[in-house]
């Protein structure tokens, strides 16, 4: 086809909205012709619609059928290479494929990159959930993926109906933008549970039920039942498609950060090999909670780590910036806390503070646990111990470092998460080491706070 055939072809070819109500049409009991003339398209557009719609529930849209016949060998191999799928289908189907054109079809189903429907397709399913047609929507979704934007429009649809990935995916965006009570959160726990034992094949579909069950194993700071399941499977995930593998691992590289640190940096040294994701901000992420201040420096920027090295103005003259571009409440909330913490060691007076704090937890009650370092901070600068004693004593099972200080036992503590060996030197009365382990790591938040 010439670049102006193309062009014309291109202008000419029917959006599948259009295509959509004219299926609608068609069903309606239109004749043809009037089709035709109200729709402005081709005879032949119209019989091919009513053609497929004896084949497909969803006739209005072009599906890539040898895309979703490789997806769905993959989705039952979770294990196959390219190559395997590529011997399976000459083998079963007697079709004759390229490894690239294998690896291309994959992509579009989000298993090796990040493609996701475009906005004519969005804009169809969008009004497939206005028409309350579910199980069309829903029929999209095993052809497309949905950009994480657009996440919202999954809470129209039912769990049943939803392709597993996606069922996933959904709880965990209701999960994280506070959609669901604490109950309902532990129902689906339940649910996965009850669909796991009853689980018989290892397809794709179990490892993304997995994905989920780490989710809420990282939720309730499960850290042990998380351990003893990452060493059964880590030899599967490392064989799982990329996108789906890189997911789970950052699951458990965040859960490990605060018992298993050692773990935590053995997946972060997987993470960093993988070069086709933007990974920086995760990374980021993880080496800010195992003490890695240098290294988080070298791969991305954020207020907190002025914070975190110590420089208290800095942090208290940008952050202002930073909070009105973040969206998300609680880590709105949680700058917050770090800008009162960020004032209080940076001797503005206390009074001024609490009544800060004061405001914030009357205006988001839900955050009130979000300031209780600053609090704890406060009373501990004006020698109140059993108040700090008691604002933090439910800390004890989440936090090594918590504990080791309030209980004085530093043999809990890991020399790989760098927080904890600063602690470590503090407790046993070595400022010295103490302060080298906080000029090293750039610690100096902890150095302060702990000290």
């Not at 040898?66 to 007697?94: A, S």
């Not at 409440?329 to 503005?348: D, F, R, V």
């Not at 704890?376 to 800390?395: M, N, P, W």
């Not at 099972?397 to 890991?414: D, P, R, W």
Request: aromatic share 14%; glycine share 2%; hydrophobic share 40%.
């Amino acid at each position: 086809m010439t670049k102006t055939k193309f062009k014309k072809y291109h202008k000419n070819r029917l959006k599948p909205i259009k295509k959509y109500l004219i299926y609608k049409a068609i069903l309606g009991g239109r004749t043809i012709r009037e089709i035709s003339k109200e729709f402005k398209c081709s005879v032949r557009t119209i019989i091919e619609i009513k053609r497929k719609s004896k084949q497909s529930l969803i006739p209005f849209l072009e599906i890539d059928n040898l895309g979703y016949l490789i997806y769905e060998i993959k989705e039952q191999n979770p294990f196959f290479t390219f190559k395997d799928i590529q011997n399976y289908l000459k083998e079963h189907y007697k079709i004759k494929v390229s490894i690239s054109t294998i690896s291309n079809k994959l992509k579009n189903y989000c298993l090796y990159s990040e493609k996701y429907m475009n906005e004519d397709i969005l804009e169809l399913f969008k009004k497939l959930i206005e028409d309350n047609e579910i199980k069309m929507a829903c029929e999209i979704l095993k052809h497309y993926k949905l950009n994480l934007r657009d996440y919202y429009l999954l809470e129209k649809l039912p769990d049943d109906y939803l392709p597993v990935d996606i069922f996933v995916k959904k709880i965990i965006y209701l999960i994280e933008n506070e959609k669901l009570s604490e109950d309902e959160i532990l129902n689906y726990q339940r649910k996965l549970e009850v669909i796991l034992s009853n689980y018989q094949k290892v397809d794709l579909n179990y490892y993304y039920l997995l994905l989920l069950k780490v989710y809420f194993l990282v939720l309730f700071s499960e850290f042990d039942k998380a351990f003893e399941i990452y060493n059964q499977k880590k030899d599967e995930i490392e064989k799982l498609p990329l996108n789906l593998r890189v997911d789970i691992l950052l699951l458990f590289s965040n859960l490990f950060l605060l018992k298993y640190p050692r773990e935590a940096l053995r997946i972060i040294s997987k993470l960093k090999r993988i070069k086709k994701f933007d990974l920086r901000e995760d990374l980021f992420r993880l080496y800010l909670n195992l003490g890695y201040l240098n290294k988080a420096k070298g791969i991305f920027s954020e207020p907190i780590l002025d914070f975190l090295m110590g420089n208290y103005r800095k942090f208290i003259k940008e952050v202002s910036k930073f909070l009105d571009k973040i969206e998300d409440a609680q880590t709105k909330t949680y700058y917050k806390s770090l800008l009162m913490e960020s004032k209080i060691l940076n001797n503005i007076p206390i009074s001024i503070i609490s009544k800060e704090i004061e405001k914030e937890v009357e205006k988001y009650p839900f955050y009130q646990m979000e300031f209780k370092g600053c609090n704890a901070l406060k009373f501990a600068i004006l020698g109140d111990y059993e108040k700090v004693k008691e604002l933090l004593s439910d800390e004890l099972e989440k936090s090594n470092i918590i504990k080791a200080i309030l209980t004085k036992n530093y043999k809990i503590l890991s020399k790989y998460r760098k927080q904890e060996l600063l602690v470590k030197y503090l407790i046993k009365g070595n400022l010295k080491r103490a302060i080298e382990v906080a000029r090293k790591y750039g610690l100096f938040h902890n150095l302060h706070l702990y000290s």
